[in-house]
C-alpha cells in the first residue's frame, strides 16, 4: 500500500500570507493526487484532483503542483474561510486509496 | 439535489456488530463506485473500503479485512457497511461517498454524505 506523508502537522498564518503544505509518497505515483478541506463537523471538501485540477467553484487561490512522490498545495493570499484542516490523498493503482495525516491551518 | 444519507450509527460495546447504511438521491446510484470513509474522533481521515457499480468488485483497508462488508442495493440506492467484531478504535465518524473516477486523475470523491457517528465502548 502507498502511504501519504503529509507535512507540517499544523501551520499558523494571518490573513493575506501564502502558505504551502507538502505530501509525499512512499513510491512514485504519477499524478493520482486530491487535496480536500475539511472544516469542523463538516464532510470534506475536494478541492484539487489530478494534482493540479481545480475544481469548479474553488477559488483561483489554490493551487496544486507535483508529480511522482511529491506534491505541494498552495494557499495564496489567505482568506478568513480558509482556515481549516487539509488533506492529501493518493488513488493510484488499486485501493486502499490512502489519506495524508492532515494539516491544520489556524490562524496566528 | 444529489445527496448521500447515512444512517445507522450509534453505541455498541466492543465485539458487537452494526450496519450502517447509506441513502443516495438525486443522481444514477447504480452508475457509480461508492465508498467508505471514516474519522476518529479528533482524528485524520481513513478510507475503508469501496465496491464498484454492481457490486462483483470490492476493496478493503487491511485494518478492516475480515471484519468489514460493504455491500449495495441498487434498486434501493442504498450501500451499506456491515461491521462485525467491533473494536474500541473502530469509533468513528463514517461517511458515505460517490466515487469519480477519469482515466488522468484517478478517483476522487466531490459527492458525500453528512456522515454517522460509530461509537464502541462498555
Known amino acids: 500500500d502507498i502511504q501519504m506523508t503529509q507535512s507540517p502537522s499544523s501551520l499558523s498564518a494571518s490573513v493575506g500570507d501564502s502558505v504551502t503544505i507538502t505530501c509525499r509518497a512512499s513510491?512514485?505515483?504519477?499524478?493520482?493526487l486530491n487535496w480536500y478541506q475539511q472544516k469542523p463537523g463538516k464532510a470534506p471538501k475536494l478541492l484539487i484532483s489530478?494534482?493540479?485540477s481545480l475544481q469548479s467553484g474553488v477559488p483561483s487561490r489554490f493551487s496544486g503542483t507535483g508529480s511522482g512522490t511529491d506534491f505541494t498545495l498552495t494557499i495564496s493570499s489567505l482568506q478568513p474561510e480558509d482556515f481549516a484542516t487539509y488533506y492529501c490523498?493518493?488513488?493510484?493503482?488499486?485501493?486502499?486509496?490512502?489519506f495524508g495525516q492532515g494539516t491544520k491551518l489556524e490562524i496566528k | 439535489e444529489v445527496q448521500l444519507v447515512e444512517s445507522g450509527g450509534g453505541l455498541v460495546q466492543p465485539g458487537g456488530s452494526l450496519r450502517v447504511s447509506c441513502a443516495a438521491s438525486?443522481?444514477?446510484?447504480?452508475?457509480?463506485?461508492m465508498a467508505w470513509v471514516r474519522q476518529p474522533p479528533g482524528k485524520g481521515l481513513e478510507w475503508v473500503a469501496n465496491?464498484?457499480?454492481?457490486?462483483?468488485?470490492?476493496y478493503y483497508l487491511d485494518s478492516v479485512k475480515g471484519r468489514f462488508t460493504i455491500s449495495r442495493d441498487n434498486a434501493e440506492n442504498s450501500m451499506y457497511l456491515q461491521i462485525n467484531s467491533l473494536r474500541a478504535e473502530d469509533t468513528s465518524v463514517y461517511y458515505c461517498?460517490?466515487?469519480?473516477?477519469?482515466?488522468?486523475?484517478?478517483?476522487?470523491?466531490?459527492?458525500w454524505g453528512q456522515g454517522t457517528l460509530v461509537t464502541v465502548s462498555s
Open positions: 438525486g443522481f444514477t446510484f447504480s452508475s457509480h463506485w
Open positions: 461517498t460517490r466515487e469519480e473516477w477519469a482515466s488522468d486523475s484517478g478517483s476522487y470523491y466531490i459527492v
Open positions: 490523498q493518493q488513488t493510484y493503482s488499486t485501493p486502499p486509496y490512502t
Open positions: 465496491i464498484k457499480q454492481d457490486g462483483s468488485v470490492k
Open positions: 513510491q512514485s505515483m504519477g499524478n493520482f
Open positions: 489530478a494534482a493540479s
